[in-house]
């Protein structure tokens, strides 16, 4: 980040962050336009490329900006003293509701990067996705009790057909609510719901 940037007022930086999170994340990094973002974000061009030299420069500063917040605020909160594979899923997925009700641009960003093959990451920043990966990977499938599996069953694939489930879920969510304030939306009856998917997994993959 510049320091001309980091001079600036939080919620003007905040401005900024968002609209080109935004854009970058709808578009990918080719088709984003820095005019749409210093539209969004009410300012001059010539003041986006006075705080960053060009997009790409904007563009990585978002990448160490959303790597942070999905590495603080999701996975690293995920306890994994609980040893139940559907149990600690359940957590994870409340804990990525939390963060996506919190930094919206922020999370889709970053799913964008996990999904994209055109984007080319300097050595820093590719050393610190592989640590993001890594730790994800360790955070959701660590220390796992494969003892509560039906005898039998084949946990690795077992493993996938829950993630699936769970990811569809949260997909099918996360486009329900979009557009939705989430601060005024009443999320008991959407977990409630989501629980009883759970209880449904459970009784199929466990003993």
Known sequence: MTKTFSNLEETKQQR???????EF?????EQAST??????????KGMLFYYFTNKQEL???LVQYSLNIFMDDYIKKIDISERDFIERWKQAAQLKMQAFAKYPNAIN???MLLLSDEVQLPDYLEAKFDELRK??????????????????????KAFQLIRW???????ELTNQLKGKKFSSVDFDP??????????????????
Not at 16 to 22: E, P, T, V, Y
Not at 35 to 43: D, L, P
């Open 190 to 207: 959407y977990w409630e719901e989501f629980y009883a998917y759970l209880d449904v997994l459970k009784t199929c993959y466990y003993d």
């Open 109 to 111: 960003f970053t799913g």
């Open 135 to 156: 730790t994800g990977y360790a955070m959701l499938y660590d220390n796992i009790d494969v003892s509560l599996f039906r005898e039998g069953i084949d946990v690795e």
């Open 16 to 22: 900024i962050i968002s609209a080109a999170l935004k």
């Open 35 to 44: 005019n749409r973002i210093v539209k969004e974000a009410g300012i001059g």
């Open 165 to 171: 489930s769970i990811d569809g879920y949260q997909n």
């Open 59 to 61: 563009f990585h500063y």
């Open 25 to 29: 994340a709808e578009n990918g990094f």
